[in-house]
């Protein structure tokens, strides 16, 4: 019996993450750690979509994903009016800090 090779689906879904407002990066310069992220996203993803993403390829404990649609700017240039594209804001809530995998442990120290 021949094994068949199984299709890979691998996701095409750019997550860009904004920057850290101030209150964000004193509480990242304590903790280590931040509750809320934002990205941005095309407005065709969905919040399934996001979270299954985040979980899979991250390994983040993922407790809820709210969207904002976002309207591109409408902007005067030299040839006339032009609009920026739309984009989705997403704000992903995160249960726990996430555990380190054993790739990004340190290791211990050699001893002599």
């Keep these: 019996m021949a094994w068949r090779r199984l299709p890979a689906y691998l996701p095409n879904l750019s997550l860009k993450p904004l920057p850290l407002t101030e209150a964000q990066q ?31 390829v991250y390994g983040l404990n993922v407790t809820k994903v709210n969207t904002l649609n976002v309207e ?8 006339g009016f ?13 249960s726990e800090r996430p555990k380190a995998s054993k790739a990004q442990q340190p290791r211990a120290a050699a001893r002599v």
Excluded: C, M, N
């Excluded at 996203?41 to 299954?52: D, L, Q, R």
């Excluded at 591109?72 to 040839?79: F, L, Q």
């Excluded at 032009?82 to 995160?94: G, N, S």
């Design 26 to 56: 004193q509480v990242y310069e304590k903790t280590g750690f931040l509750k809320e992220l934002v990205f941005k996203t095309a407005p065709s993803v969905g919040k399934v979509e996001i979270k299954a993403f985040l979980e899979s």
């Design 72 to 79: 591109g700017k409408k902007k005067r240039g030299k040839h």
């Design 82 to 94: 032009f609009r920026r594209p739309d984009y989705k804001k997403a704000f992903v809530e995160l």
